[in-house]
């Protein structure tokens, strides 16, 4: 009966239960660093040769630690910057109209700045060692640069949408009704 059934069986089937045999490789190609041979054993002494000849990576420097932290540091700092663009478009592109869309991208235009400048110190404390203390107190003031230019927008949005007090009739409420000097009749 088995017989009956491999004969009945497709031919990417039977590829699939018998794979064809693997490959050898062309002479003049080496293996790719990480990945031994699996050839013959004269194949893998050649390899345990140039093994021994490498050497094991050095530890780094403080100095060059303090380097890496810093250049990552600035990319944190940098990164609300980067999206800046696409807030920009997307307020642009919700109107200017009182809708849920448009109330909750002002909202996140102001919760994300706000929330990223109080947590400024979390964000850095990772970066941060005694030696480059000094350099990440100008990483830090232009990551609130960046929140206070990214809060800059959510302003420039609610403006668009007429909610700040910027034009006199919005303050009527507290001005005084004028006395008139004159007052005119008509006459019949």
Do not use: C
Request: net charge positive; glycine share 6%; no cysteine.
């Amino acid at each position: 009966m088995s017989a009956v059934a491999t004969n009945s069986l497709p031919t990417w089937a039977e590829g699939l239960q018998n794979p064809p045999a693997h490959k050898s490789k062309q002479a003049g190609i080496p293996d790719p660093p990480g990945y031994p041979s699996s050839q013959s054993p004269s194949g893998s002494k050649k390899k345990d040769a140039k093994d021994s000849k490498t050497a094991p990576r050095k530890a780094p420097t403080p100095e060059e630690m303090d380097t890496l932290k810093l250049k990552k540091a600035w990319e944190v700092a940098l990164g609300p910057i980067k999206s800046l663009p696409m807030t920009g478009i997307m307020m642009y592109m919700s109107g200017n109209s009182l809708q849920i869309f448009s109330i909750m991208m002002v909202f996140m235009a102001f919760k994300n700045p706000i929330m990223g400048i109080l947590g400024t110190n979390q964000a850095f404390e990772r970066f941060e060692t005694e030696s480059n203390r000094a350099k990440m107190l100008q990483v830090k003031l232009a990551y609130v640069a960046m929140q206070a230019v990214a809060l800059a927008l959510g302003i420039w949005k609610i403006n668009g949408m007429g909610l700040l007090p910027t034009t006199r009739s919005d303050w009527l409420a507290w001005e005084s009704q004028r006395e008139a000097v004159e007052h005119a009749v008509s006459a019949l």
